[in-house]
């Protein structure tokens, strides 16, 4: 068994030195003057002095403006923190300002048809039509444009069309549901909605005409409803009478690179609007700005994950998480997104991996629970496919094994550089991550990234080493968001990031920083499972429990009851032909009694027919904790929101008939 904090990995001293951030490195040194002698120098430099950061990254990226900044920072507080003020420019024109002329922008496949290279060419051609049709239909900066489209290239069109023009983008995917979908769009009053009539999913196809029209008729402000017949390609009816198809809109002539005008925009000027998950109550809508994606997308891409120019990017991703838009924003360093629709285990698990082969992908991105999939369907990569183009492995999606990360260097590749980290759709960055030039820790995320003053603070909000606290940002980044959408005051938005320790952004994860700055996140803080005064982290007991051959997935919540006593209810879905007798219930409790403490044994344990995820891939920890208190189910749980609606079902009942605790 690998032990937590074990040396897996140690770049080598070429891959050292050719690496983007040596290179800034020593653009630091001979423009600036600044010597690091390692990434902990050069991080301690960056957050003691945010300006000089920004401002260096500023000229280094060189983005395209039409007006400078007057200063880095205007407004210091958070919230309300002013980048680059005076700036002008446009998200969309500094990506297509990467357009090399006869190159690949971007490869995209589905379960349908065979991978397509797009060129920058067709891209930008694609853009300018669908750009110039939107303004022909009346939409102006400030305008909402939605889209309930797949991980295409239609999605990446859409976006940068919108973007272009100054409107403001929000997208999903066709798979939300209609609710999820409203709850999300109604708060936006959108003008044009662009959707598909299905799609296919593991060789199925899903018809969502009728969805997507009840979206459409309940979305009393779109004035245009565009159809793309993705399902049916020879459909030629728009979805609702008026509407428009796909096609005719970008039959609209090209008005030509020369002729095009970007919409010119103050820096701090939404860009688009993510939603958190909705799992306990109305999603947020989250506002990020042309100069904060423009600006962390290029650090994030280039600095820590070491991406260059030409090179290959791949991660499963659907069009409602914010790794799409990670994926396709990775565009504006010259980097080539592989896009997928389809299910990642078809037509058989490995699919992925004859994806990073045939594409000769340089990073691939996963999730833990993908990892997982594959060391239970007995896959090894290695044996199977040519992974000679790979350089780096990405986790996200939710805490990362030691186990996890050695199943990489086992099973892919041994020299391979495995990066985990932390960030979300509050930023649409990361807050921690990967560092080329720095060893891999088994179970550790490296180090929190440039300008992140990233800290781990106890209940008296003091920072604390080595010890479980509250992750914590104590100085602005570009891209936290400018607010919630529709807003008044800012109070959903201050309430959700500020009121614990006003002035700091508390991002709602438990973390551990370790004496060399390694990251641990340790699942969500409000899933707290505390016991005694003892904060455990959710991420510790799935660990643990992934050691046993019989348990197929789980989920852990920890009940605070009248008179200081505690409830902590242990669910397990056990791998078929197993059952949960008194003998792995033992196995459970000794596993988590040895790996951990005695406060990590649950009170019981229970078989259920299912672990109940949000859509991205996270487990409804907080929403059945609130459903066993006696909270409303509508308003503790939306099931829209859900991979699977009927997941939840079982801890209704639980709650209704339990006779094991009271509130």
Known sequence: MVMEGELLWTPSPARTAASNLTKFSQWLKETRGLDFADYQAMYEWSVADIDALWGALWEYFNPKVSAQPTAVLGKRTMPGAEWFPGAVLNYAENVMSKAVAGQTALIHFNERDAAVEMSWD???????????????????????????????PHAVIAMLATTSIGAIWSGCGPDFGSRGVLDRYSQLA?????????????GKPFDRRDEMAHIANNLPTLQKVVLLPYLDRNNRTPLVEGGLLWDDLLATADPGEAAFVYQQVPAQSPLWILFSSGTTGLPKPIVHTHVGITL?????????????????????TTTGWMMWNFLVTSLLSGVVPVLYDGNPAWPGPDQLWKVVQD??????????????????????????????????????GSPVT???MVWFYNHVKADVWVQSGSGGTDICSGFCGGVPTQPVFAGEIQAPHLGVNLLAFDADGKPVVDEVGEMVITTPMPSMPVGFWNDAGHVRYTESYFTDYPGIWRQGDFFRLNARRGCFVLGRSDATLNRHGIRIGTAEIYRSLALLPEVEDSLVVNLDLPGGHFFMPLFVKVRAGSVLDKGLEDRIKTVLRTEYSPRHVPDRIFNVPAIPYTITGKKLEVPVRRILAGYAVEKAVNRSAMADASAIDWYIDYAANQTDYKM
């Open 296 to 316: 962390e997308q290029q650090k994030l891409v280039q600095l820590h994950m070491d991406l260059k120019v030409g090179e290959r990017l791949f991660f499963y």
């Open 402 to 404: 030691p186990e996890c």
């Open 122 to 152: 067709d891209l930008s051609s694609q853009v300018r039509r669908l750009a110039t049709a939107l303004r022909n239909l009346g939409i102006e900066p400030g305008d909402r444009v939605v889209g309930c489209l797949p991980n295409t």
């Open 190 to 202: 959108p003008k044009v909605m662009l959707c598909v009539d299905g799609y296919q999913y593991g």
């Open 359 to 396: 594409f000769k992908i340089t990073l691939f991105g996963a999730s833990p629970t993908y990892q997982q999939i594959l060391e239970k369907q007995g896959i090894v990569p290695k044996d199977r496919f040519d992974l000679s183009h790979l350089k780096t492995v990405m986790l996200a």
